[in-house]
């Protein structure tokens, strides 16, 4: 395990990579590798353990009864996921994580991270902080999506979210995380009907997309 850029990421700031290497055994750390669309965690598993992406992207999505699918988040290198459901034992998972592409995923035991080991190193108490800011930065997240849902239209869900995505970035022309299917189940609104709108837009000169890659041209009014 590249503990170097295990130190670079958000769950072990602070530690270094000596260190990490110490917790490594005592978290029970495994890695595992997943092909695109594989199911990692499905809803209604009952988990213990926190992923961090190592290399690829999981997607975090909802699938209702009748079919529909909702993608609620994309997680990244060096990203966790299922944080919150580890967290609280028994509660089954009401979503599920999916490999968004082929990805390596390191899995590490939450009741480890949050109990001191046997040896008792001081490195927990670090992690657990970090692990706090990870949730609520991730309750923002979905408090977002909340936000860029609440519009009737799909322009106006549209505008919510690229005017975000443009803020954040500092510029009106940005990359989105998402491709064109991906933008409309985290929207939640059809593709075609997503695609269209995206066509209008450009038409009156308010954007211009190739991809994901968006520029916005004027105010998002």
Known sequence: MDT?????????????????????????????????????????DVIHKIGMVITGSVSIENDDIWGNKSILDKIGSGQVFAETYACAPGEPLMVSVVAAENTVVLFLDVT??????????????????????????????????????????????????????????????????????????????DRSALSNELSKMQQEGLITVHKNHFCIMSDLD
């Open 112 to 189: 480890k991270t949050l109990q001191p080991c046997s040896s008792a190193c001081g490195h927990h108490g670090k992690l657990i902080r970090n692990l706090l800011t990870i949730s609520s930065q991730k309750n923002l997240i979905l408090s977002r999506r909340i936000f860029h849902t609440s519009a009737k239209s799909i322009r106006g869900r549209l505008l919510s979210y690229l005017s975000y995505q443009a803020t954040r970035e500092g510029n009106r022309e940005f990359d989105i995380p998402f491709n064109r299917q991906q933008l409309a189940d985290y929207l939640s609104v």
């Open 4 to 44: 170097l850029f295990l130190s670079n990421t958000n769950l072990f700031r602070g530690t270094t990579p000596e260190e990490i290497a110490s917790m490594l055994d005592c978290l029970m750390a495994e890695e595992k590798s997943f092909k695109k669309d594989e199911v990692i965690y499905r809803t209604g």
